[in-house]
């Protein structure tokens, strides 16, 4: 599965913003679909996760302000961000993985296939 992540940009706090991550290969509807984001000198953290199901769910800081949803015709996974704050600067990375389970889906090591990442800058 190779992962093409979009959207990303420069947004003033408050406001909003959208990414895209769109598959291609394997069949999209096979894997669940996750957002991590990387800011600078820090590490690599879980953002939300989608199941086939279409359960979602979410890190605590962002929990209420980011939604992912997922478009299985158009292969595609989107992270919409609502009142982003300067500590929401990150690259956003996708991530696919199959046959995740509930207490692994928070862990950047369950995912099999990773997007090349972007950047989402939110001023002061």
């Known amino acids: 599965v190779q992962l093409q992540a979009s959207g990303g940009g420069l947004v003033q706090a408050g406001g909003s913003l959208r990414v895209s991550c769109v598959a291609s290969?394997?069949?999209?509807?096979?894997?669940?679909m996750g957002w991590f984001r990387q800011a600078p000198g820090k590490e690599r953290e879980f953002v939300a996760h989608i199941r086939r199901s279409g359960h979602t769910y979410y890190a605590d800081s962002v929990k209420g302000r980011f939604t992912i949803s997922r478009d299985n015709a158009l292969n595609t996974v989107y992270l919409q961000m609502d009142s982003l704050k300067p500590e929401d600067t990150a690259v956003y990375y996708c991530a696919a993985g199959e046959g995740m389970i509930l207490t692994t889906l928070r862990r950047s090591s369950a995912y099999d296939y990773w997007g090349q990442g972007t950047l989402v800058t939110v001023s002061s």
């Open positions: 290969g394997r069949p999209f509807s096979s894997y669940g």
